[in-house]
């Protein structure tokens, strides 16, 4: 057993300060490793200890594996916990961290390849008969490869990066004529996302459902799963909204697909947390991917579970975590997470950059906000849009999606444009309501920008009524419009 | 901040902020921007609607594929060049058909938003 005092993390954004509140909690320092643009962040306030590792650009910063460790080694730090997207999937970063004397808080390098490498995961299933969806994972990444093997397979096909997740690198091809295009660009994608252009083909499922179960190694090796998450509602392959459990299982569907996702993830002996993704469709489940790290969406499946992953995490790569069977229990209730991504849902969701302005969570019961921006802080066109999670907790679906409704309408980001319209939107919508909805729920009822609703007379009023108030509070008058406080850190809105 | 106004004999609780020259308002559940300068509603900076003879950039980003060159014809729908931000690539399109007439940017260039890319030369109508 080996007790942190100290660990570094090697990511931004909301799951930084969700590991760092995590590492509070166990009275362990954090180290947080970050570029240049990030130093207006909560995680770069909240942190015991800040360390710059490289500027903007990711492949410079949160994606250099000896930045990262220099700095964990320069921090004091001794473990690195990688978050999820960036390193937090590269089995060499893992194999270098334990290299250094660092302990990588996730699954072992060797554990990273035979599972994170999507074809290498899919030999495993094969061998351990899981069903799987029909496509090439083979080492020919040539392009008139690819097309040919795509048009084998028949359209439409997906094409997907190797070393990845989050939907980066990932295409929907519909017909030969774009096959080119997009299996080049999901190329491109891929080598900025993850370091590695390499990219594999699969049959696209076109009433399928997204269904994940999470799974837990402790210390001793041994492989629990803490039920199901469903994210179906995607767009361009990245989830917006997941909940916990999914309401498309049957006991019976419930029962096998846990075993299959727990005898996988033993067979690639694993340690921590991971999830492992299956698309159902008529009632059959097909194993997608393995992520060996921790999700976006694990808050869900902590509030119906009563679990802290990240805690378990750190436990397990101390040594010191076995799973108690007395405290196991049945999910309770239902919980919600939606994605707020800094976009304009009025414009496509185009992304939106620039200073923040307020910001403001309603509190309440069953309530839980991860986010990584505060008033003050700007929001840069260098990472990911996603800058909060919203979860919710209530005694059952219909109640969850109720007060989803209630917290994101009183939910206020000025500044940046954000998804909650759309949220809103997909929430009322009958079919995920009833919760029937499919991977394909987005490109169906949600391909056009919304419409952006004209301005009442009241709001007009309100907005005329709220200007008069705020220039006379600021001491500015009427005519020289544009001066506050503000106007210097102005970007664009 | 949070403002208590009285419009028309009625209290109304809403959140509003000066940020630059746009008013930014939280009212029953909406947030809305509005023209500070103008009173109106903020102007949109980027060509959302309509057909347009330039393409912008919808967002803040990196140039990283362009598709044509000047005197290229291109048809209405037909991607032109691909820019990145956040990580996501974003194909821009020709609104039009006609021919690639200037080019004003390059691959890797770092363009901010609203910036003209590329201009087109709208195909003759037939008559």
Sequence with gaps: ?493 | MDLKLKIDGSDHLVQAQLIGTTLWVHSKGRTFTVDATSGRRARRKTGGAGTSDVILAPMPGKVIKIFSKIGDPVKAGQAVLVMEAMKMEYTLKSDLDGIIDVISCAVGDQVTLGKHLVKLMPAAKES
């Design chain 1, 1 to 493: 057993m080996t007790k942190f005092n100290r660990i570094a993390i090697a990511n931004r954004g909301e799951v930084a300060v969700r590991i760092i509140k995590a590492c509070e909690e166990l009275g362990i320092e954090s180290v947080l490793l970050h570029s240049e643009a990030d130093i207006e962040s909560r995680a770069y306030r909240m942190a015991t200890k800040t360390i710059c590792i490289g500027p903007a650009a990711t492949a410079e910063s949160y994606l250099n594996i000896k930045a990262n460790i220099n700095g964990a080694l320069a921090g004091g730090a001794q473990a690195i916990h990688p978050g999820f997207g960036f390193l937090s999937e590269n089995a060499d970063f893992a194999e270098e961290v334990a290299q250094a004397g660092l302990i990588f808080i996730g699954p072992s390098s060797e554990t990273i390849r035979s599972l994170g490498d999507k074809v290498h995961c899919k030999d495993l299933a094969k061998k351990a008969g899981i069903p799987l969806v029909p496509g090439y994972q083979g080492e020919d990444q040539k392009i008139s490869k690819l097309i040919q093997k795509a048009e084998k397979i028949g359209y439409p096909v997906i094409v997907k990066a190797a070393a990845g997740g989050g939907g980066r690198g990932m295409k929907l091809i519909l017909n030969s004529q774009d096959a080119g295009e997009l299996i080049e660009s999901a190329q491109r994608e891929a080598l900025s996302a993850f370091g590695s252009s390499k990219v594999f083909l699969e049959k696209y499922l076109d009433r399928a459902k997204h269904i994940e179960f999470q799974v837990f190694g402790d210390s001793t090796g041994q492989v629990i799963h803490f039920f199901d998450r469903e994210c179906s509602v995607q767009r361009r392959h990245q989830k917006i909204i997941e909940e916990a459990t999914s309401p498309s299982l049957t006991d019976e569907l419930r029962r096998s697909m846990g075993e299959a996702a727990c005898a996988i993830a033993t067979m690639g002996r694993y340690k921590g947390a991971g999830t492992v993704e299956f698309l159902l469709q008529d009632n059959e489940f097909y194993l997608l991917e393995v992520n060996t790290r921790l999700q976006v969406e694990h808050p869900v499946t902590e509030e119906v579970m009563g679990i802290d992953l990240v805690k378990m995490q750190i436990l397990t790569a101390q040594g010191e975590y076995v799973h108690d069977p007395k405290h196991i229990r049945l999910p309770r209730g239902h919980s919600i997470e939606c994605r707020i991504y800094a976009e304009n849902p009025f414009l496509g969701g185009v992304p939106s950059t620039g200073l923040l302005g307020q910001i403001h969570w309603p509190e309440g019961p069953g309530r839980r906000y991860e986010y990584g921006f505060d008033q003050g802080d700007t929001i840069t066109p260098f990472y990911d849009p996603m800058i909060a999670k919203v979860i919710v907790w209530d005694e059952n679906r219909p109640r969850a999606i109720q007060k989803m409704l209630r917290v994101l309408k009183n939910s206020t980001v000025f500044g940046v444009h954000t998804n909650i319209p759309y949220l809103i939107e997909i929430l009322s919508h009958k079919e995920f309501v009833m919760g029937t909805m499919t991977t394909r729920f987005i490109e169906t009822y949600f391909s056009e920008s919304l419409k952006e609703p004209e301005l009442t007379d009241l709001e007009k009023k309100i907005a005329q009524s709220a200007l008069m108030q705020l220039r006379q509070q600021n001491g500015v008058s009427e005519s020289s419009g544009t001066a506050s406080p503000w106007s210097t850190f102005w970007r664009g809105v």
